[in-house]
């Protein structure tokens, strides 16, 4: 049963830590996204992969840092130079030849206290 | 700069009528636009797609309409049932460097389907 996972479900952390999300696809897709969304506003780019050992910034990427070793894993890490890191993490990935078309996993709550 | 907006933050459709998202965008360069539906606590599905040099696209009780002289898309559900309940977002679609696409997404329009 192909898609993507993200663990854990709700994070907690202080504030100061670093602090790494997990997203795993075994969907065979080469793209994979992070999103992040907070209340009343759509999802805001953070990072993006083509290809295994690539990655460029999104729209948001300060404070924020990313690996792609393998094709199915793309963990995100928040920094603690991120200012306002509470948020909804959401992780996804497209397809070869419909690259338009995200699937996202179940994302990712994390509250910094 | 929010390129892609949904002005209505929020819309209550009675069950069986029809549902109207809207959605307006200022980049010339999107090239196709999407629909994604997400329930609460989870993310984001697909719902429907339409390339910029269509004004249709339907997939069942789906519509989506483009106007590229507005710069404004819209989703029509019909009829509405209740478990079309959710926050409706809009996404837009060009490429960055080395063939990447890029989704820009509105806001999102909770949708309440009344019984």
């Known amino acids: 049963d192909g898609g993507i996972t993200q663990s854990p479900k709700y994070l907690f952390r202080k504030e100061g830590q670093n602090v790494t999300l997990s997203c795993e696809q075994n969907l065979n897709h080469d793209a994979m996204y992070w999103y992040r969304q907070d209340p009343g506003q759509g999802l805001r780019l953070i990072y993006y992969?083509?290809?295994?050992?690539?990655?460029q910034k999104g729209d948001i990427a300060e404070g924020y840092s990313v690996s792609r070793e393998k094709k199915e894993s793309f963990p995100l890490t928040v920094t603690s130079a991120q200012k306002n890191p509470t948020a909804f993490y959401l992780c996804a990935s497209s397809r070869p030849g419909f690259v338009r078309e995200q699937f996202f996993g179940p994302g990712t709550r994390l509250t910094v206290l | 700069d929010q390129q892609v907006k949904q002005n209505s933050p929020s819309l209550s459709v009675q069950e069986g009528r029809i549902s109207i998202l809207n959605c307006d965008y200022t980049n010339s360069m999107f090239d196709y636009f999407l629909w994604y539906k997400k329930y609460p606590a989870e993310g984001p599905t697909f719902l429907i797609s339409i390339s910029s040099i269509k004004d249709k696209n339907e997939d069942g009780r789906f519509t989506v309409f483009l106007n590229k002289s507005a710069k404004h898309l819209s989703l029509h559900i019909v009829p509405s049932q209740p478990g079309d309940s959710a926050v409706y977002f809009c996404a837009a679609s060009h490429y960055l460097i080395q063939g990447a696409q890029k989704l820009v997404f509105g806001q999102g329009t909770r949708l309440t389907i009344n019984p």
């Open positions: 992969s083509q290809i295994v050992n690539d990655f």
